[in-house]
């Protein structure tokens, strides 16, 4: 049989060769489909292009078309920098300037060629110049590659050309492919989808979004690609769901004697509606005969701790195991402390498993694990190594789920027989991301707070207004409460960050009394942390300075303050975790940052939608929107395939169109068996199934 079309190598297509074959896989271009879904970022419109004489704003984004005049390594003050002087067809003159890349811009901008440079324009030395501009080669000669005025640019252009690929000489390989091979191309998505969508035609859309004749063609091929893109990602996700389904899952006896005891007797106060709906969908999982993987989320303080450690009891009365996974070491100690604290009375066993133990404590414990006496273990991904063996493992816990990857959580599943998955959320998903990542987990959200929470309060101030935020603390520190003073992450590269830190201890031992004020930050050895911790928990501690470390989790309900320095560097949800960590008793709560925000627009941006609301939801679609779906909730860690030309937020209505066409299919054929379906199934089969085993696996 013939190969199938899109899986064939670019190796031996005109043009490209082994050495360029080698190039292109350095940008995960192996075979055609790669090739074709390799799409352009940009456009450039012959017909809109800038003149030098026509400048007059610093800092736009303009285009101009030139032939490179001179190239010149230039001695700066401090470092070198490469001058390249253009002229545009108008004999206007602009100079570009590169810091880093000499070599191979060198070897890309030969004097002579004709060169289309975009870029942010500034005025300087009373010329106008070009930093770091993106360019490519024009088409001169050969075949016509352009099919009119409007020309693709490509991503990673200027990596491209580093490997000794033009945009040009991408655009020359894309067009024989298309010109050899094009009718070949299968049709992926059914006619019927098409049709009830309204889409443009796949071979006709790729060929479009490489060679477009228009703006409208352009607009139409990307909406096509896109659907088609959300489409194979919705029906991984139907596929995924629908084959854990069909394994057995560990079914529970259902007993449940001491989690009646726990829920009744045990908590000291009553869960609210929220919680108790939560539980009743995990216990019907757990009883069903089918694995749970079930994410619970719900906004920071809502009490999602509450409902994990009541599964893990169930799951203890049914004489199985349980885990309870941390994203940090502090944390899992604290799981660890609060564990004992509940569960132990109840008779069942609690162990720790973290990085930082003994070797003699890790192997009595590792010894307990595979025994079966330890009922519930508290860890972090400790847990995920492969000397951990469990005697009967039924259900997994995973807080702050995005904090692992896609591979841990794959192992953890490995360690017992299709054991139930929880994972929990610490800020809410947006919907529009939920429906691409998580579509294939089951959802449980908690609505609501515990009674009588009161809305924290948040200032924004400047740091001339900070008698105002001590006067603030002092106050609440006088009345018996406590406070968090929290600054940003200490790492290797801001050492004056931990500076600030062992500053602000100083200070609030000034403030307060010395003896009751704590410091705790990522440098120090796991046991110190712990114990500074505990102190703060016992109330002996009443003012924690700290960087990051105490972002998620941590509980200490009589905090009712919590300050934060330099609050333009962190990210909104982190801002948002951050607040939680006060509110969590029914006194009145502060929350105040202390930041200087001229700096950057975007970042004035996300304290004010943090000053405005504490509604997790909200938040979390300000967050999407502010920075996109890349490095929000990891993901890029997930496994999942990876978007490459729709967007997330910007393009929910065409995902829901997508998910819509999925739906209707899955009505009508879950296995992809009728014949229409056929060219859909093998492209699935090819591309999607067998790039995506691991995350299968995590199922
Ligand atoms: P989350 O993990 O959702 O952020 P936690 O489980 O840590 O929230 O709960 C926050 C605080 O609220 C904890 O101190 C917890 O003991 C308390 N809590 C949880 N549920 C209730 C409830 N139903 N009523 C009162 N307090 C609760
Ligand atoms: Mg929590």
Redesign the pocket.
Known sequence: MAKYVFAESVRYLKGVGPSRADALSQFGVETYRDLLHYYPRRYLDHSNVSQVIHLDTQGEMVTIIGVVHGVEVVKGRNRQRLEVLIRDDWNGRLKLIWFKGFKWIQKALVPGYRIAFTGEVSRFDKSWTMVHPDFDRLDEGGPQLSTGRITALYPGSTRLQGVGLSSRAFRKIVYQLIQSHGLKFPQVLPEWVEKKHNLLDGRVALRAIHFPKSHEEIEKARYRLKFEEFFFLQLLLHHTKKKRAERTGIRLNGQGVRYRQFINEVLP????QG?KDALKTIEEDMLSGYPMYRMLQ??????????AVAALILVADSRFQGVFMAPTEVLAEQQYASLSQYLEPLGIKVGLLIGGQRKRVREQVLAEIASGEIDIVAGTHAVFQEQVKFKKLALAVVDEQHRFGVEQRASLVAKGENPHVLM?S?TPIPRSLSLTMYGDLSMTT?RDL??GRKRIITRLLRESRRSEMEAIVLEQLRQGRQAYIVYPQVDESEKSDLKNAEAGFLAWQRLHQKDKVGLVHGKMKSQEKEAVMARFKSGQVQVLVATTVIEV?V?A?EATVIVIEHAERFGLSQLHQLR?RVG??NHQSYCILMAEWRQSLESKERLEVIERTTDGFEISEADLKLRGAGDLFGTRQSGMPELRIAEIPGDTPILEQAQQAVRDLWERDQDLALPQHQAMHTYFETFILARMEGYARTG
């Open positions: 106060f009553e869960l609210t919680q719900g906004d920071v303080g809502c009490g999602k701790t509450v409902v929990m610490a908690i515990p009674k989790g509980d309900s939680g969590r008793s």
